[in-house]
């Protein structure tokens, strides 16, 4: 079984530049998560789909972040514009809707300079 | 509030068991996890626990919770060099609430194994 795919793998650009990840879940999950990672620190959610529908995205910065997934499927998420704080890695991971297990994609590593 | 507190670092030698710690403050979390991180990949899921079981094993992974004292142990026995990583441990609220799914994960600890 194929697992949750992510890219770019690393990204590096110039604040007030704009940026996009992408993720494909784990097939058949419904529920799809994006974490930041910050150096040194553990994952913290920014937003949780089920299907197409936004559950959670109260920890998700607005003015500058936004994340899609349309057909339920594939999701993105995009940062306009960077700022410093901004450098993460950003890992997405998917469940079974009503899951207790999330499976992780290996992440985007993006730095802001 | 939900906060998730572990030690930093931890260092072991090969052959020894490895004990990680991890407290938390939601007493009405469900699930209670346990994840490694090696350089530069995701998250691995290792184990996880239901908030009304006390010990959990497989193979050379021991989970113990504590639900009083909000304490949840990971013992890795005969640890090996392979297992030097990041573990995390992470909370999961109860389904219905209105956080259901999200993960509160600690900071992590760092494993050094020597050989």
């Known amino acids: 079984e194929a697992g949750v795919a992510q890219s770019p793998r690393y990204k590096i650009i110039e604040k007030r530049q704009s940026v996009a990840f992408w993720c494909n879940p784990i097939s058949g999950h419904a529920t799809l998560y994006w974490y930041q990672q910050i150096l040194g620190q553990g994952p913290k959610l920014l937003i949780q789909?089920?299907?197409?529908?936004?559950?959670?995205d109260s920890q998700l910065p607005k003015d500058r972040f936004s994340a899609e997934r349309l057909k339920g499927v594939d999701s993105t998420l995009k940062i306009q514009p960077a700022k410093l704080e901004d450098s993460a890695v950003y890992l997405c991971?998917?469940?079974?809707?009503?899951?207790?297990?999330?499976?992780f994609g290996p992440g985007t590593r993006l730095t802001v300079t | 509030g939900e906060d998730v507190e572990q030690s930093l670092f931890l260092s072991v030698r090969e052959g020894d068991s490895s004990v990680i710690n991890c407290t938390y403050t939601?007493?009405?979390?469900?699930?209670l996890y346990w994840y490694k991180q090696e350089p530069g990949a995701g998250l691995q899921l290792l184990t996880y626990i239901f908030s009304n079981m006390d010990m959990k094993q497989d193979q050379r992974l021991t989970v113990l919770l504590n639900k009083k004292d909000k304490h949840l142990s990971l013992r890795i026995a005969d640890t090996q060099t392979g297992d030097s990583a990041i573990y995390f441990c992470a909370e999961s609220p109860p389904p219905g609430s209105s956080n259901t799914g999200k993960l509160i994960f600690g900071q992590g600890t760092t494993l050094q194994v020597k050989p």
């Open positions: 991971a998917s469940s079974l809707a009503g899951g207790t297990d999330q499976y």
């Open positions: 939601d007493s009405s979390s469900t699930y």
């Open positions: 789909f089920q299907n197409n529908g936004v559950v959670d």
